[in-house]
């Protein structure tokens, strides 16, 4: 059993300077150890109950007095010294009521392993931030990434129903906003709502923060941009990508290429449908938002699309596929859009910067490259974001060291280092300056400044009823108005709940108020 006195003097607690520690005195002797902070200020810590010199379970009881800092000088001190100051300490330590209290039966830090999942990362590019949580804490990280995306959150939430999970595990930002009943928010001792929101770019607190809680921390954030095809866009005399939505329709009606049966011969832009092109539903997401249709907000999960501005936004989209407009450039018939921009069938498509790779490995002789995001002219800049940042589990036996480690992963150097060896955009804004002039990722470290999202909560659904309706415009099935109408109808009825403000102080005897039904996956 263990307790702590202070040292009770009207003088300064004596420092012990660490750059100099004094001779033959190794950095672990006495119990002191030095660190790489300048001074230790000594503290005393009196150990008693039935404790033997050697065995732990000796049964020879004992007192053992451990000063940190102070054995030092009491070895140069004498003996007389020694018992005067002795008898002073235990004494007010008596006078104080202060007694022996049990040992805690918290697990040293070195037999500590915390367990983290995830999906995108080797374990090689965190080997990093592994290696310098364990030195510093004595804690390990045992990581394990999941070889199935489809089946990721099957996976997780068996095992945490069956209390097997992970302590630490990779999530999509739209969890947090009908699934954070999973996580442990992070100790405001760890990171706080401000320094958040100073070290991050503005969309990662607009997500992750509910009712003044951060739920997740992420090491990149990403954004859909323009892949455009070098080869195509100069044949065409066009000098640059475009840069507005306005130059972008005049791109697609230089290039598309129609014959004479009606069929596309030349694709500008894999843009219309959905079937058949990848993240349609994040598109028609970002055309909403820059046109400024509400959607939906924290306080009001009320789902908003159907009013005049997100008829025309999604009128704008289909007329890509519709055969009686003049952008007409895009149909079911079309390859999948990576493959046909891959192939170089198509000109343009949007997507992020994960599918750098893969056009790479489909094609290397493709000569593409990426531009921002196209704008409304003269209108507020607005991108789309998509990220996977790490959440501690609510069953997690460790999740203040959970929080240290994520911490630390995401800290400037470390993330750093993990965006250049993955090839992704940072999610820091030190991150952003530092990858701002990179020819492949500068464009997406920019965007993620004014990059924004909305409380979606079940992003699985959600893609599925805008791709639905997307494809009943372009099929026939279903006229604009009434796809629209249907859409939100459907977007309302999974909304998650709203972030609800706390509540002020409960009066002794008053009841709590009731907590929404926050759900599991």
């Given at each position: 059993m263990k307790f702590h006195l202070p040292l009770i003097s009207n003088h300064r607690r004596p420092r012990l300077p660490i750059d100099s520690p004094p001779a033959r005195l190794p950095?672990?002797?006495?119990?002191?150890?030095?660190?790489?902070?300048?001074?230790?200020?000594?503290?005393?810590r009196i150990h008693c109950?039935?404790?033997g010199g050697g065995s732990k379970n000796s049964n020879q009881a004992g007192v053992k007095f451990s000063i940190p800092g102070f054995n030092f000088i009491l070895s140069r001190l004498s003996s007389r010294r020694i018992t005067a100051g002795f008898f002073i300490l235990f004494s007010a330590a008596a006078l104080a009521g202060v007694g022996c209290i049990p040992n805690s039966n918290e697990t040293p830090t070195s037999d500590v392993t915390l367990v983290m999942w995830g999906l995108w990362e080797e374990s090689g590019q965190l080997s990093s931030a592994i290696a310098a949580f364990?030195?510093?804490?004595?804690?390990?990280?045992?990581y394990k990434k999941i070889a199935s995306v489809a089946n990721y959150e099957s996976e997780l939430l068996a095992a945490i129903a069956e209390n097997r999970g992970p302590d630490i595990y990779v999530i999509h930002h739209s969890w947090v906003a009908g699934k954070r009943a999973l996580m442990t928010p992070a100790p405001s001792s760890i990171i706080d709502e401000r320094a958040l929101r100073e070290e991050f770019v503005d969309v990662v607190a607009e997500d992750l923060i509910y009712n003044g809680q951060i739920y997740a921390l992420p090491t990149s954030v990403d954004t859909l941009a323009l892949y455009y095809n070098k080869d195509i866009l100069s044949s065409a005399g066009v000098a640059r990508p475009p840069a507005t939505w306005e130059e972008f329709q005049q791109v697609v009606e230089r290039i598309t290429r129609i014959n004479r049966f009606g069929n596309i011969e030349q694709s500008a832009a894999a843009l219309g449908t959905a079937r058949n092109i990848s993240r349609a539903s994040d598109i028609i997401q970002l055309l909403f938002m820059q046109s400024g249709v509400p959607i939906a907000t924290k306080q009001d999960t009320s789902v908003t699309i159907g009013e005049d501005r997100g008829l025309r936004s999604l009128l704008f989209y289909t007329d890509y596929a519709n055969k009686s407009k003049q952008v007409y450039t895009w149909d079911l018939q079309q390859d999948y859009s990576i493959d046909a921009f891959a192939e170089g069938d198509t000109a343009m498509m949007f997507h992020y910067s994960y599918q750098i790779d893969t056009i790479k490995a489909k094609n290397p002789r493709l000569r593409f490259g990426i531009a921002p995001m196209p704008q409304i002219k003269d209108s507020k800049v607005v991108n789309f974001a998509a990220y996977w940042p790490f959440a501690v589990s609510n069953r997690s036996r460790n999740p203040d060291l959970s929080w240290q480690f994520l911490r630390l992963l995401t800290s400037n150097d470390q993330s750093q280092m993990i965006n250049q060896l993955q090839q992704i955009p940072p999610a820091r804004r030190e991150g952003v300056i530092a990858f701002q002039r990179d020819p492949v990722l500068g464009v997406f470290a920019e965007q993620s400044l004014t990059a924004g999202t909305w409380p979606r909560g079940d992003i699985v659904s959600v893609d599925a009823i805008i791709n639905n309706m997307i494809d009943d415009i372009v099929t026939g099935a279903t006229v604009p108005t009434e796809a629209l109408r249907r859409a939100s109808d459907q977007l309302n009825q999974i909304r998650p709940p709203?972030?609800?403000?706390?509540?002020?102080?409960?009066?002794?005897?008053?009841?709590?108020?009731p907590q929404p039904d926050i759900g599991f996956f």
């Amino acid at each position: 059993m263990k307790f702590h006195l202070p040292l009770i003097s009207n003088h300064r607690r004596p420092r012990l300077p660490i750059d100099s520690p004094p001779a033959r005195l190794p950095a672990t002797a006495n119990g002191v150890r030095y660190s790489k902070s300048k001074y230790l200020t000594p503290s005393l810590r009196i150990h008693c109950g039935a404790r033997g010199g050697g065995s732990k379970n000796s049964n020879q009881a004992g007192v053992k007095f451990s000063i940190p800092g102070f054995n030092f000088i009491l070895s140069r001190l004498s003996s007389r010294r020694i018992t005067a100051g002795f008898f002073i300490l235990f004494s007010a330590a008596a006078l104080a009521g202060v007694g022996c209290i049990p040992n805690s039966n918290e697990t040293p830090t070195s037999d500590v392993t915390l367990v983290m999942w995830g999906l995108w990362e080797e374990s090689g590019q965190l080997s990093s931030a592994i290696a310098a949580f364990q030195e510093q804490t004595g804690v390990k990280i045992a990581y394990k990434k999941i070889a199935s995306v489809a089946n990721y959150e099957s996976e997780l939430l068996a095992a945490i129903a069956e209390n097997r999970g992970p302590d630490i595990y990779v999530i999509h930002h739209s969890w947090v906003a009908g699934k954070r009943a999973l996580m442990t928010p992070a100790p405001s001792s760890i990171i706080d709502e401000r320094a958040l929101r100073e070290e991050f770019v503005d969309v990662v607190a607009e997500d992750l923060i509910y009712n003044g809680q951060i739920y997740a921390l992420p090491t990149s954030v990403d954004t859909l941009a323009l892949y455009y095809n070098k080869d195509i866009l100069s044949s065409a005399g066009v000098a640059r990508p475009p840069a507005t939505w306005e130059e972008f329709q005049q791109v697609v009606e230089r290039i598309t290429r129609i014959n004479r049966f009606g069929n596309i011969e030349q694709s500008a832009a894999a843009l219309g449908t959905a079937r058949n092109i990848s993240r349609a539903s994040d598109i028609i997401q970002l055309l909403f938002m820059q046109s400024g249709v509400p959607i939906a907000t924290k306080q009001d999960t009320s789902v908003t699309i159907g009013e005049d501005r997100g008829l025309r936004s999604l009128l704008f989209y289909t007329d890509y596929a519709n055969k009686s407009k003049q952008v007409y450039t895009w149909d079911l018939q079309q390859d999948y859009s990576i493959d046909a921009f891959a192939e170089g069938d198509t000109a343009m498509m949007f997507h992020y910067s994960y599918q750098i790779d893969t056009i790479k490995a489909k094609n290397p002789r493709l000569r593409f490259g990426i531009a921002p995001m196209p704008q409304i002219k003269d209108s507020k800049v607005v991108n789309f974001a998509a990220y996977w940042p790490f959440a501690v589990s609510n069953r997690s036996r460790n999740p203040d060291l959970s929080w240290q480690f994520l911490r630390l992963l995401t800290s400037n150097d470390q993330s750093q280092m993990i965006n250049q060896l993955q090839q992704i955009p940072p999610a820091r804004r030190e991150g952003v300056i530092a990858f701002q002039r990179d020819p492949v990722l500068g464009v997406f470290a920019e965007q993620s400044l004014t990059a924004g999202t909305w409380p979606r909560g079940d992003i699985v659904s959600v893609d599925a009823i805008i791709n639905n309706m997307i494809d009943d415009i372009v099929t026939g099935a279903t006229v604009p108005t009434e796809a629209l109408r249907r859409a939100s109808d459907q977007l309302n009825q999974i909304r998650p709940p709203a972030d609800i403000p706390a509540a002020p102080a409960q009066a002794p005897g008053d009841a709590a108020p009731p907590q929404p039904d926050i759900g599991f996956f």
